[in-house]
């Protein structure tokens, strides 16, 4: 099982790559599946520019086909979101709305951050990763920019937040093991 924790952040000084890398540090001690950083920074997407809408699968752009074939590699998703103006940020929405295919009958958790813990964010993703057809687990990380981030700058997560983190992952795990051969029989159908 290989499982993203995706940095939704793109900002520069943003707090998304520590609390990545914060996860990805407890995720990779389990050893129930291979977890790996996945930087949207790192693909340069313009403001989606595809003529079609990617549930047609037609994708023209060699920047669609890089991260299509990036993010079909994975079997599930821990998404790292900040909380803007109560939604998740905008290049997050957009590399997902990049894609159809590579998302569908995946399974996918939250870390949020923000002054409530990014969970307006997460709610608005629970949403919108509905409609590509994700499964989205119950347990949630919620990182407080006043009580997790010190000087609401650097990232002091409560003793608290390392359990939740483990229970996330227990049912993210749990799901994206159950989902993988049922999508990989539908596709062999
Ligand atoms: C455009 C913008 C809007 C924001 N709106 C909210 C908000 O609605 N709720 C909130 O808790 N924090 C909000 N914040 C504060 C962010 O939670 C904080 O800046 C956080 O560090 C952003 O994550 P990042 O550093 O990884 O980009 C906002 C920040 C920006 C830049």
Redesign the pocket.
Known sequence: MKIAIII????P?????A?AQWVHDIAAKRGDAQYEIVDIADFTLPHIDEPFPPMMGRYSQPHSHVWAEKIASYDGFVFVT??????P?GALKNAIDFLYAEWNHKAAAFVG????G?V??VEHLRLILANVAMATVRPQVELS?IHDFAE?THLTPGAHQEAAVGAMLDDLALWVGALKPAREARIAA
């Open positions: 939704g952040s793109t900002r000084g943003r707090k998304g790559e609390v900040p909380e803007y103006n109560h939604a940020n951050y923000g002054v409530s990014g307006r964010a920019l609401m």
